[in-house]
């Protein structure tokens, strides 16, 4: 029979050694220097680092570009972590396009920051090139 | 119980709304107008909150034989116009004159010289934007509306080729109209999001509200009574129930899946009926240009090529239309994202009789189409882009072309199942769109016409609606 004071040893030591795994673990493996929620983000930047690697694109954006990504255009998603260059190719456009790099003049020195979602039917009137 | 009305129109699309525009001015103030459409009346912001353009889905209304070729349409109230991409590019004097110029094909029954004033009629009633500076067909009259904006590559090639490049022709509305938005470059148009498109619903649905005329929804016409050599009434179902309505007049324009059909299945028949079921073949090539930016065009298709279209070629292989995409595509390299050309390939395809339309054996409600290519004609020009290109892009900066081995699946145009003719023995309907035998029976839209053209066929559809009620009440 567990007792209150062998539970609460327990819960201790569960506690702190997963605390001393997760920093092990990070000593181990630096994360990069954004951190990604999960593996789906880490998919994303992945693809999105691997097409643009001279590009500075900041974590949360990605964060935040992921879950509208899911959300939004699911299909796309499940057919880049498939290895789909056509799918993996969209999603990095549907980035730059959800981003202010246009708007900075694709100045590559920029750091690109994540606006919102470029959806038309969620934006109208957003493309960032057309001259009306 | 039949009711009964002087005229009754199948179909609410761009070939029944047309012809019902003209009709109306026409025709007396008593008159009694049924209008059969088996779709709902899905509006606009029904659309954009389902992301489709109808809630009946249109692979459910037919067989299709074939599962690697699609054909679609929008079943509802306004038809196609829910969702075409509006392009509106007349067809060439020349497509009228397939056979006597080229040996190739047929000749439609009409001139293009006939038709240019309803084509005028047309492009008013949608607002057509167009080129100002030249046009590639004689016009009688300037587009109703400015052309729309060209990007930097079309600049080139308009000044290349003046006589052969233009601002593409289009009822994405370039300025506001009284009930639609200008165009704004959004890319989606197959469901535009600030409904700067014609369409029926927003610019004829008036024609509706007409008190001469009853439109039934969700009624869908199971055969024409004929008798007598004559066409005397419509049977229809709606919510399950049979119901006749009578009528001096029966006009079909549903569409050249389902008006060969609906002939059929009222007892008409003619070696040519259904038969020569095509539309155009779309090819796409990617071009990465070379310092050269793109996609400041105000519109998601901005130029059309016709250096590939007239010539002595078509006598052995098919001409082709060439769109300009202004949608962006970016190019993933440093330094060029936007230095990326999307080109499209229309190509006019023959009609062969192999192709066809028939009642569904397995369910004689349903219409099945029997699909087995496009013709050898159309493919030797297919086979020929990848070198014609080389030579027409030389104005362009190009550092790579890179044509799609893959066909489109479908360009959404469906031609050729009730050809228009001279010859009683050649074609089903006759040059003013009216049944060679039935004499008080009309069947509208692009399954009339005897050959494709590279040409979008809406607008010709439309014109030669304007055309046939424009004979019939003279």
Redesign the interface.
């Known amino acids: 029979m567990l007792n209150r004071r062998k539970f609460l040893g327990a819960l201790g030591a569960f506690l702190g050694l997963s605390a001393g795994g997760w920093w092990l673990a990070r000593r181990l493996k630096p994360s990069p220097p954004e951190e990604y929620a999960n593996p789906v983000v880490e998919l994303i930047a992945g693809i999105l680092k691997g097409r643009l690697p001279f590009l500075k694109m900041e974590g949360q954006g990605i964060n935040a570009f992921a879950s509208d990504l899911q959300r939004r255009n699911p299909g796309v998603l499940r057919r880049a972590a498939q290895g789909r260059a056509d799918a993996q190719d969209w999603l990095t456009e549907r980035y730059l396009l959800s981003s202010d790099f246009f708007r900075n003049g694709a100045d590559e020195s920029r750091s690109v920051n994540y606006l919102a979602y470029y959806d038309p039917y969620q934006r109208p009137c957003g493309n960032p090139f057309a001259q009306l | 119980m039949a009711d009964n009305y002087d005229t009754i129109i199948v179909g609410t699309g761009f070939a029944a709304s047309f012809f019902l525009a003209a009709y109306l001015q026409k025709c007396s103030s008593g008159e009694r107008i049924l209008v059969l459409e088996r779709g709902r009346r899905d509006v606009h912001a029904w659309q ?1 909150r389902h ?1 489709r353009s109808s809630s009946v889905e249109p692979s459910a209304t037919f067989v299709n034989k074939n599962p690697r070729k699609s054909w679609f349409y929008t079943p509802g109230f306004g038809g196609g116009s829910n969702c075409w991409w509006a392009v509106t590019p007349r067809m060439l004097p020349g497509d009228f004159r397939l056979k006597s110029a080229h040996g190739v094909g047929r000749d439609w029954p009409l001139s293009y010289e006939e038709l240019e004033e309803f084509y005028c009629r047309a492009e008013d009633i949608m607002a057509v934007s167009g080129p100002e500076d030249a046009s590639p067909s004689p016009r009688s009259r300037p587009y109703p509306q400015p052309p729309h ?1 060209f990007s930097e590559p079309d600049k080139i090639l308009k000044a290349a080729y003046p006589e052969l490049y233009f601002n593409q022709p289009t009822a994405r509305a370039r300025r506001p109209t009284a009930r639609r938005s ?1 165009c ?5 148009c197959h469901l535009c ?2 409904d700067a498109k014609f369409t029926i619903q927003n610019e004829m649905a008036h024609f509706y509200q007409d008190p001469r005329v009853t439109l039934e929804l969700e009624a869908t016409a199971r055969h024409i009574d004929i008798g007598g050599g004559r066409a005397g009434g419509v049977v229809y179902e709606q919510q399950g129930v049979l119901k006749k309505a009578l009528g001096n007049l029966v006009v079909v324009g549903a569409n050249a899946l389902f008006n060969p059909h609906l002939l059929m299945q009222s007892g008409l028949s003619h070696p040519q009926l259904g038969r020569n079921l095509h539309e155009q073949v779309g090819v796409t090539a990617t071009i990465d240009l070379d310092g050269v930016e ?5 519109t998601s298709i901005t130029g059309h090529g016709y250096m590939l279209y007239e010539g002595a070629h078509r006598s052995q292989r098919a001409a082709c239309l060439m769109e300009s995409w ?1 949608v ?3 190019r ?1 390299e ?2 060029k ?2 230095q990326r050309l999307q080109l499209k390939f229309m190509v006019e395809d023959l009609p062969e009789t192999r192709n066809q339309v028939r009642p569904s054996p397995e369910q004689p409600s349903r219409p099945e189409t029997l699909y087995y290519g496009h013709s050898e004609y159309a493919q030797r020009s297919i086979d020929k882009i990848p070198e014609m290109l080389d030579g027409i892009l030389r104005p362009l900066p190009v550092e790579k072309i890179a044509v799609s081995p893959k066909i489109s699946a479908t360009e959404n145009h469906i031609l050729g199942t009730t050809t228009m003719g001279d010859d009683p023995a050649r074609s089903v309907v006759d040059r003013h769109l009216v049944h060679h035998q039935i004499r008080n029976l009309v069947v509208l839209g692009s399954g009339v016409f005897p050959t494709s053209s590279p040409a979008n066929p809406t607008l010709t559809l439309a014109a030669l609606s304007l055309w046939s009620a424009h004979h019939l009440m003279a």
């Not at chain 2, 704004?184 to 989606?188: E, L, Q, Y």
Request: with cysteine; charged share 10%.
């Open positions: 954009l992301q904006r200008a704004c470059a959004s890319g989606v999001p600030v793109n996609f400041q065009g105000s202004n962006p595509s970016l993933l440093r330094g994202f936007r």
